[in-house]
């Protein structure tokens, strides 16, 4: 693994279903971030997790949970998809130190682009 | 409420030219600033952050702030068709570790 990993890559659910989106990093990042982009709204923050066994609530977080058990995972579930949650997700981190800036940085996941219907 | 404001674009170049894109924050106290390219289908990557005052060059890009004015800028210079993308400004304000986003000027630059 090098960055960031997300999975699935694009999934259709219908709605009521429940469904996790994964996301993995290599990078030993401290914080960890979900966002949600849609057209038009730019990127939404979800939730955040500013190291394990912390997590907070971002612009948007009605709907989704997240839970930060170690470093690495930082998974995103949706209890029970609705229409309004198709959207393509963004998973990102932010490294735990370094020059000023750099640990402001976010880097992004390939993203998962998920259809409810 | 905290605020990043952009032109959402098009804008549009030729081939060669110098692309300037703008954007706008509402913090005074916003600390570091960040520009992102986003191809259409793919994630957003980092093109380059600024924190002080001035200008700052990586290749072909300079990002410039200036926090009395409350703006940061991003040039583009010889620009190619391959930076054609949506530019995305993202400021960190505050002790969090959070950015707060614009919505991204998309550039086209025409061969």
């Known amino acids: 693994i090098a960055g960031i990993t997300q999975a699935p890559t694009s999934q259709i659910l219908a709605a009521g279903r429940r469904m996790t989106l994964r996301c993995t990093q290599d990078m030993r990042h401290n914080a960890m971030y979900w966002y949600r982009q849609d057209l038009g709204l730019g990127l939404r923050l979800i939730h955040y997790s500013n190291t394990a066994g912390t997590t907070g609530k971002g612009e948007v977080p009605d709907g989704y949970s997240v839970s930060r058990a170690n470093t690495d995972d930082f998974p995103l579930t949706l209890a029970s998809a609705v229409p309004s949650q198709t959207s393509v997700y963004f998973c990102a981190s932010s490294p735990t130190g370094g020059p000023a800036g750099t640990w402001d940085t976010q880097y992004f996941g390939p993203g998962t682009r998920l259809t409810v219907l | 409420q905290k605020e990043v404001e952009q032109n959402s674009g098009p804008l549009s170049v030729p081939e060669g030219a110098i692309a300037s894109l703008n954007c706008t924050y509402s913090d005074r106290g916003s600390q570091s600033f960040f520009w992102y390219r986003q191809y259409s289908g793919k994630s957003p990557e980092l093109i380059m952050f600024?924190?002080s005052n001035g200008d700052k060059e990586d290749g072909r890009f300079t990002a410039q702030l200036n926090k009395a004015s409350q703006y940061v800028s991003l040039l583009i210079r010889d620009s190619q068709p391959s930076d054609s993308a949506t530019y995305l400004c993202?400021?960190?304000?505050?002790?969090?570790?959070?950015?707060?986003w614009g919505l991204g000027t998309s550039l086209a630059v025409n061969p």
């Open positions: 993202a400021v960190k304000a505050g002790n969090n570790r959070k950015l707060i």
């Open positions: 600024i924190y």
